[in-house]
């Protein structure tokens, strides 16, 4: 096998992050999720945020979780592989959380090595099995969404085009190049995405265009609308892809699939 084409079998793992609340994480890990696997790649989701909705929005009941994510980041003895579950949809498997990541986060504070706890346990047998590791990070700058860029080669910054959004984007970059000079010279910022568009707003509209005067980071072609199935699809326990897969939305995340994809070739 030439290297390109054995890089193009390595998994790509991307962390979704932003530590400003609600401004659609879960949304796009789910969606792009469920985009990636529809152009037929095999998509792992994980789940590093305590309120577990990536986990409940692709369609698991949080009362069967016996083991999940805080306790392969506590316990050694547990691998990702054994926590990994099947969604209701097609080619895409999540490792779940539960509420007590919260604290699993306080005993990993005093651990040895505690920002590499998750990339030490993302091993071959996972990045060769899957095209795609999308990491949901939860709204905070602490060491869970600090795991999740020490462990991934891509970052996506989902950033809503509405007033005060552009605040916290500069300190989460700021972060960023923190971890990319010490602990994970291989991560890539793969862009900004903007989200809960609004084109009949002149502020969204501004704010796309300032986003765009931020620093020298690619911000994707692709922009999330505002759309009520967005909000219904989890609801469902599926990606829009599955659950209205003709709508604008569902094509929007396939088009940031093929944005994501590109960005890796
Ligand atoms: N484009 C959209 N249009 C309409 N509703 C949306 C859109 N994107 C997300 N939502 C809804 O907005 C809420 C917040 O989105 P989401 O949970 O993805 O944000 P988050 O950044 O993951 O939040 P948190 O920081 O709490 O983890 C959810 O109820 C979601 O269904
Ligand atoms: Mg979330």
């Known amino acids: 096998m030439g290297s390109a084409k054995r890089r193009a079998r390595l998994g790509k793992v991307i962390a979704i992050a932003n530590q400003k609340g609600g401004v659609g994480k879960t949304t796009c890990a789910i969606n792009l ?25 692709l369609g698991i009941d949080l009362n069967t979780v016996e083991r999940s994510i805080a306790d392969v980041l506590i316990d050694s003895n547990i691998s990702i592989a054994s926590i990994i579950r099947p969604t209701k949809t ?3 498997d999540v ?9 699993a986060e306080v005993e990993l504070f005093n ?20 095209d795609f590791i999308l ?18 080669n891509g970052v996506i910054i989902p950033v809503q085009t ?9 300190a989460l970059l700021k972060i960023i190049k923190t971890v990319q000079n010490r602990l994970n010279p291989n991560l890539k910022v793969l862009g900004l ?27 994707f072609g692709t922009v999330i609308r505002q759309s009520v199935k967005i909000g219904e699809a989890p609801t469902a326990g599926v990606p829009i892809t ?3 897969p003709r709508s604008d939305a569902a094509k929007s995340f396939v088009d940031l699939a093929k944005e994501v994809i590109g960005a890796h070739k």
């Open 242 to 244: 599955v659950y209205e």
């Open 33 to 57: 999720g469920g985009a990636l696997a529809s152009l037929g790649n095999d998509v792992l989701c994980i789940d590093l945020d305590p309120q577990a909705n990536l986990t409940v929005g």
């Open 90 to 92: 097609k080619k895409v």
């Open 95 to 103: 490792a779940p959380a539960t509420l007590e990541l919260s604290a």
């Open 193 to 219: 995405l903007p989200t809960f568009y609004d084109s009949r707003t002149i502020l969204a509209r501004d704010m796309l265009d300032s986003l765009k005067d931020l620093g020298d980071h690619q911000v």
């Open 135 to 152: 990491i949901d990070c939860p709204p905070t700058l602490g060491l869970l969404t600090l795991n999740a860029l020490v462990a991934a």
């Open 162 to 170: 509405q007033y005060y959004a552009l605040k916290g984007v500069a």
């Open 111 to 130: 651990a040895i090595g505690r920002e590499m706890a998750l990339r030490d346990k993302l091993g071959r047998d996972l990045t060769e099995r899957y």
